[in-house]
């Protein structure tokens, strides 16, 4: 940031110099105005240094979030972009949490298009820290290291960042996952000063974080907070770096194979993850065949990772580089992609939690695409098939705003049909119900991300 400083001074000094070699009568004669114009480089300069610490610094004080949805100067996040008030969006983040929304993703779905995973319609686990206090360790989670919730400026919501170089932090209750399903979480990497100034001859040399899904049992060996690096007798063990790309392993410590390892690991450097920035990450898991998603891809594919038979009820994220102190949030595990045929066509009706938004928007997220070509590939199949659109929303903000919220996704979903696959806009019907419908309790994190959905419904 010093050197940054310095190399503006130098260009603002070559700027504003006067030449010593005119002639001391129009040295005078300009001075009032060389003074004038001095002041305003000045001022330049010193918006120009605001504006690049602002940029670097993107972790917000703590201190100033007040925990009713506030600003320090208590103004909220909405503006005219944001007109749905506080609902949290479909996958998770609360636009009046925190001290800035991120602005809306320019990407277009057809970014997206190789992505052929589509969510299930029940959601098994939801976790975005939003029942945690700022600045507390997370009541559902047990570690042996340090970590504590907090919120960001450029990011909705709240974030589990982890404060220590090393340690492992477990989700304390059993997930009881099926052989398929698939699970979502958002990961940002983000760079620690502190600890690259005990070591300045390493310079960015971070951005590895590890996730684990395994067996645990009662009684056994494994802990609530293992740190082995395969805790459990069976599972899936999973690394992010943002240099090196994505590695993944299955374990099984009763195998007769050398190392206890399934006959297959996976690597793969395809769309790193990207430091200091959400990476929204995507893990499929169906029977022993795992494949992961990020920005638009599908960076592995590995048909027998995991041991046969095995069982994964146990969430642990762990930290494995020093100088990385990365942030967690949005963790989401739904069942495996349903028939959507079937429940369009059949049963009459399909409720998804594969269409997401940001925050209190109705600007669909690109991750988006592979649920919306499911329906229209069943409305191709089906030519004579119309459907209404209704989208839901939590019970977070106003009513009155949720409810015009809820109209305008369930319009955008129609738009991008119509858009992006050719679907007349005549077979397709629009609504909205807010947050009157409601699947669960509105009073934690899992019963609102049931709550906010998309449903189609054959007419």
Known sequence: MKRLRIIFSIIVMALTCTTTQAQFGKVLGKAIENAAKSATVRKAQQKTEEAVSKGIDKVTDPNSYKGDGTEENGNNNSNDNNKGGGEENASGGNSNSGKATKPADPAKLESYSQYDFVPGDQILFYEDFSQDAIGDFPALWSTNSSGEVKTLNNYPGKWFQITAKSGVFTYLNSLNLPANFIMEFDYIPYYCEEAQKS?????????????????????????????????????????????????????????????????????????????????????????????????????????????????????????????????????????????????????????????????????????????????????????????????????????????????????????????????????????????????????????????????????
């Open 199 to 459: 070591n300045p001859s390493r310079i960015n040399w971070y951005g590895t974080a590890s996730m684990k899904l395994y067996s645990y049992k009662e009684g056994t060996k494994t802990q609530e907070v293992d740190n082995s690096i395969y805790p459990g007798e069976m599972g899936l063990r999973f690394f992010i770096d943002i240099y090196s790309g994505w590695e993944t392993d299955g374990y099984n410590r009763g195998a007769e194979n050398s190392g206890g390892f399934t006959p297959l690991a996976s690597r793969s450097d395809r769309n790193k993850a990207i430091s200091d920035q959400a990476n929204h990450i995507i893990i499929w898991v169906q029977g022993r065949r795992v494949r992961v998603y990020h920005a638009g891809a599908k960076v592995i594919d590995a048909p027998t990772l995991l041991a046969a038979n095995t069982k994964l009820d146990r969430l642990v994220f762990a930290n494995t580089h020093e100088d990385n102190r990365p942030f967690f949030s949005n963790i989401k595990f739904t069942t495996a992609a349903p028939d959507v045929r079937s429940k369009l066509i059949t049963e009459g009706k399909l409720i998804s939690y594969g269409i997401n938004f940001d925050s209190g928007k109705d600007v669909i997220k690109p991750e988006s695409y592979g649920a919306i070509k499911s329906i229209a590939d069943v409305l191709k199949e089906n030519p004579d098939v119309r459907v209404r659109i209704i989208g839901h929303t939590d019970s977070d903000g106003n009513a009155a705003s949720n409810l015009d919220l809820s109209k305008r996704r369930a319009a955008a979903v129609k738009a991008s049909l119509g858009k992006d696959f050719g679907i007349d806009g005549s077979r397709i019907e629009t609504d909205g119900k807010g947050q009157t419908e409601p699947l669960a309790p509105n009073t934690t994190s899992e019963g609102k991300a049931k709550n906010r959905r998309v449903e189609f419904v054959k007419i």
